[in-house]
């Protein structure tokens, strides 16, 4: 697996490794992790955004 440093401050990386060690994970699944998590959310903010227009009719078409 390739691998790349990421800056972070000292605080923020001490509570992720106090953080990796509370779930028993390594700090890099940690913040895989953190990233699959923030995705998810982005993607539920999206889905509660109503549907535009075009949305709707492509929607509402009929194919048939």
Do not use: N, P, Y
Not at 4 to 33: F, P, Q, Y
Not at 36 to 50: E, K, N, T
């Amino acid at each position: 697996m390739q691998s790349t440093s990421v800056r972070i401050d000292v605080a923020t990386h001490r509570e992720l490794k106090r953080l990796a060690a509370s779930l028993g994970a390594s700090v890099g699944d940690t913040v895989a992790l953190a990233v699959r998590r923030l995705r998810q959310d982005r993607i539920g903010v999206d889905l509660r955004d109503d549907l535009s227009a075009e949305e709707v009719d492509w929607l509402d078409a009929d194919f048939g």
